[in-house]
Nanobody, 121 residues
């Protein structure tokens, strides 16, 4: 059973930086798109950034120029470097991956458990 394990959340002052990391446990034959999403209470989960297996990236307009998503295809990790953080970036951040675990299991979407990022003003 594949699980996504996140790390790196926490409390930071406005203008500061944090780095989130996520790695899958279990069998991973192939990983397609990786991404980070975030959610605040009472609102829908929103895309922060995604990166395809070919390295193409996409960002939410609100984080462009401040956040950088990257992936390591050897370690199967996805990272989110967050700079110039603002109080409105406060949310629970979720890792997302499309993984084909084995040749007998089709590509499936997986989510991490979420990690809290709090930016104080």
């Amino acid at each position: 059973q594949v699980q996504l394990v996140e790390s790196g959340g926490g409390l930071v002052q406005a203008g500061g930086s944090l780095r989130l990391s996520c790695a899958p446990s279990g069998s991973t034959l192939r990983i397609d798109t990786m991404g980070w999403y975030r959610q605040v209470p009472g609102k829908q989960r929103e895309m922060v950034g995604t990166v395809t297996s070919g390295g193409n990236t996409n960002y939410a307009d609100s984080v462009k120029g401040r956040f950088t998503i990257s992936r390591d295809n050897v370690k199967n990790t996805v990272n989110l470097q967050m700079n110039s953080l603002k109080p409105e970036d406060t949310a629970v951040y979720y890792c997302n991956m499309y993984i084909r675990p084995t040749i007998w299991v089709p590509t499936t979407e997986y989510w991490g458990q979420g990690t809290q990022v709090t930016v104080s003003s």
